[in-house]
């Protein structure tokens, strides 16, 4: 689950594991692939996975990832207060997390690990 940064809108992401050539080596990745929006509080709830998985390694941004679906920003960080995924502007350094409203400057770009559900 995410927010937008502009409008707080609630959004989910794909994120698949797949194999890449990185330094001409077969390296494990999870690869963002798609964002969709989730409208209301009822949807957020019926987002919710059934099964959880807990994802850990390299997160990379596909370049078909079509970006948030309210405001089209391709890039995903992590606030450093409350650990929630929130869009923001390339090279962006003070941004307001629309999850619990902190001003950072400066938010973790790199994920290294998350929670997520699997598909139904």
């Known amino acids: 689950m995410c927010k937008c940064q502009t409008t707080k809108g609630t959004f989910g992401i794909r994120i698949e594991q797949m194999t890449k050539k990185i330094d001409n ?32 390694g390299n997160f990379l941004i596909s370049d078909s ?21 929130f869009c923001a502007d390339e090279g962006q350094s003070t941004m307001t997390c629309p999850w619990d409203n902190k001003v950072l400057n400066g938010a973790r770009s790199v994920i290294n690990s998350l929670r997520g559900g699997k598909d139904r």
């Open 25 to 56: 080596r077969d390296v494990s990745v999870w690869e963002t692939t798609w964002a969709y929006k989730i409208k209301n509080e009822m949807d957020t709830k019926n987002a919710e996975p059934s099964f959880n998985q807990d994802m850990e």
């Open 65 to 85: 990832y079509p970006g948030c679906p309210y405001c089209g920003k391709k890039k995903l960080v992590v606030c450093g207060e409350c650990n929630h995924i």
